[in-house]
Nanobody, 126 residues
């Protein structure tokens, strides 16, 4: 079984920064994709960023390009999401996820992922 635990969320003012962390335990290959997703009340879960192939490939939603950076520390089994220039519309519950096997689905599609964390809340005030 694979477990994911997110941390680093909280309240922040618009323009501020937060760094989310996701510790992954249990067997998972560093080659497999890890993703960050978010879900705001009344909205569908949205793929924010993903990192695959040990960090050689990264993917971002258009809404966060240039503001968010995904990275990983394979030695610590941790995936990070650095969020800068935060906006009120970034307010959501943020989840990290990992796939069980390599998939051909888009790295920003939730259907690609098999294991999910419980989420960490990010609230951006204007």
């Amino acid at each position: 079984q694979v477990y994911l635990v997110e941390s680093g969320g909280g309240p922040v003012q618009a323009g501020g920064s937060l760094r989310l962390s996701c510790v992954v335990s249990g067997y998972t290959s560093s080659e497999l994709c890890k993703g960050w997703f978010r879900q705001a009340p009344g909205k569908e879960r949205e793929g924010v960023a993903a990192i695959c192939l040990g960090g050689d490939s990264t993917y971002y939603a258009d809404s966060v390009k240039g503001r968010f950076t995904i990275s990983r520390d394979n030695a610590k089994n941790t995936v990070y999401l650095q969020m800068n220039s935060l906006k009120p519309e970034d307010t959501a519950m943020y989840y990290c996820a990992t796939e069980k096997y390599w998939s051909s689905a888009s790295p920003l599609e939730a259907s690609r992922y098999n294991y999910w964390g419980q989420g960490t809340q990010v609230t951006v005030s204007s």
